[in-house]
């Protein structure tokens, strides 16, 4: 059975307080007994309203904070105990989509009755991921990876519906404002380039690159780690791939490196991935983008973005770096952010 645990002074507290200072004739107490809001002092339901934030928001000097530069749906759990995901059956317990808009704000999807605070002051405690998973199972959302979406996870936070302690919307004062989601990415990204190896040949198109070996089953817990992050459990073996629209990418600058494709994959904490790269010249297997001898954490990690490019002539190709890059917001399928 789940707890109930309600934050000290509640409104009906206060209240009860307020008439035992009356009645004992303390009246220098009675100018502190009012409640934060009107909402506060009803039995009424009061909405449930988040906003959104993170690393995965854009970070222009012309932007106001941290602001998508195009709108995403994420998924929302709510749970009245914190860390607990498994069984989201009680009254102000469930999960809801929200679109999550260019202004940080989430609006709910879907027809009312929308989420809102337990009546009396106990908290709530929400996570979020987007996009949607395939599957939920006892407090455990899972995805299988395409290559081409991303996998964003929000930690947990909670709140009640007093003043000061809302997710958004707080005028308590203290410095007291809104909390946002904050998002961040759980996979490492891969942007391909090509030149040519040398200026003089002919030309060659790239039509088609494969990262090989790739765990592409993903199972995320929804409650966070002790460090208050995600983990989430990489498994599986499949090849993801980047296929070039209207039959290859036509390679003839020596100089000037053009865009292939991104692929979206799961970090590693060691060794390197391998590519299958098509091209109109032959094919090249086993090609290898590791950046050789590092030292501390692999390169590969969540939220890092990196820019592969390869090197192609008549005959042969190879990678001529791999950098760390800033991970700028594209959008893909015209909706989820990258």
Same mark, same amino acid.
């Given at each position: 059975?789940?707890?109930?645990?309600?934050?000290?002074?509640?409104?009906?507290?206060?209240?009860?307080?307020?008439?035992?200072?009356?009645?004992?004739?303390?009246?220098?107490?009675?100018?502190?007994?009012?409640?934060?809001?009107?909402?506060?002092?009803?039995?009424?339901?009061?909405?449930?309203?988040?906003?959104?934030?993170?690393?995965?928001?854009?970070?222009?000097?012309?932007?106001?904070?941290?602001?998508?530069?195009?709108?995403?749906?994420?998924?929302?759990?709510?749970?009245?105990?914190?860390?607990?995901?498994?069984?989201?059956?009680?009254?102000?317990?469930?999960?809801?989509?929200?679109?999550?808009?260019?202004?940080?704000?989430?609006?709910?999807?879907?027809?009312?009755?929308?989420?809102?605070?337990?009546?009396?002051?106990?908290?709530?405690?929400?996570?979020?991921?987007?996009?949607?998973?395939?599957?939920?199972?006892?407090?455990?959302?899972?995805?299988?990876?395409?290559?081409?979406?991303?996998?964003?996870?929000?930690?947990?936070?909670?709140?009640?519906?007093?003043?000061?302690?809302?997710?958004?919307?707080?005028?308590?004062?203290?410095?007291?404002?809104?909390?946002?989601?904050?998002?961040?990415?759980?996979?490492?990204?891969?942007?391909?380039?090509?030149?040519?190896?040398?200026?003089?040949?002919?030309?060659?198109?790239?039509?088609?690159?494969?990262?090989?070996?790739?765990?592409?089953?993903?199972?995320?817990?929804?409650?966070?780690?002790?460090?208050?992050?995600?983990?989430?459990?990489?498994?599986?073996?499949?090849?993801?791939?980047?296929?070039?629209?209207?039959?290859?990418?036509?390679? $003839?600058?020596?100089? !000037? #490196?053009?865009?292939? =494709?991104?692929?979206?994959?799961?970090? %590693?904490?060691?060794?390197? &991935?391998? +590519?299958?790269?098509?091209?109109?010249?032959?094919?090249?297997?086993?090609?290898?983008?590791?950046?050789?001898? $590092?030292?501390?954490? !692999? #390169?590969?990690?969540? =939220?890092?973005?990196?820019?592969?490019? %390869?090197?192609?002539?008549? &005959?042969? +190709?190879?990678?001529?770096?791999?950098?760390?890059?800033?991970?700028?917001?594209?959008?893909?399928?015209?909706?989820?952010?990258?």
């Amino acid at each position: 059975m789940k707890r109930k645990s309600h934050i000290p002074f509640s409104g009906t507290t206060v209240r009860l307080l307020c008439l035992y200072l009356l009645l004992g004739g303390i009246g220098q107490g009675l100018t502190a007994c009012s409640s934060s809001s009107p909402a506060d002092d009803t039995g009424e339901d009061l909405p449930l309203q988040l906003s959104a934030g993170g690393e995965i928001f854009a970070q222009p000097e012309t932007r106001a904070g941290n602001l998508p530069e195009e709108a995403f749906t994420a998924t929302v759990y709510r749970s009245t105990e914190q860390g607990e995901y498994a069984d989201l059956t009680g009254e102000w317990e469930g999960s809801r989509e929200a679109a999550v808009g260019t202004d940080g704000k989430m609006v709910w999807s879907g027809m009312p009755p929308f989420p809102s605070y337990p009546r009396y002051g106990d908290w709530i405690y929400v996570v979020a991921v987007s996009p949607s998973p395939a599957s939920f199972s006892a407090g455990t959302v899972s995805y299988t990876l395409t290559g081409v979406q991303d996998l964003l996870y929000a930690p947990e936070m909670k709140g009640n519906r007093w003043d000061g302690y809302r997710f958004y919307g707080n005028t308590a004062g203290m410095g007291l404002g809104d909390r946002p989601l904050v998002f961040s990415h759980l996979l490492t990204r891969l942007q391909f380039k090509a030149k040519k190896k040398i200026a003089d040949g002919v030309a060659v198109k790239v039509t088609k690159v494969t990262v090989t070996g790739v765990q592409n089953s993903v199972s995320l817990p929804l409650a966070p780690d002790s460090g208050g992050k995600a983990s989430p459990t990489f498994s599986g073996n499949a090849d993801l791939s980047w296929t070039a629209p209207d039959g290859g990418v036509e390679v $003839t600058d020596a100089v !000037s #490196p053009i865009d292939l =494709g991104t692929l979206l994959l799961p970090p %590693l904490d060691s060794g390197t &991935y391998a +590519l299958t790269v098509e091209t109109s010249v032959g094919t090249y297997s086993n090609v290898s983008i590791g950046f050789g001898s $590092t030292s501390g954490p !692999s #390169p590969f990690q969540a =939220g890092v973005s990196h820019i592969v490019t %390869l090197e192609v002539s008549d &005959y042969e +190709l190879e990678v001529g770096s791999v950098t760390v890059s800033a991970w700028t917001l594209v959008p893909v399928d015209e909706d989820l952010i990258l």
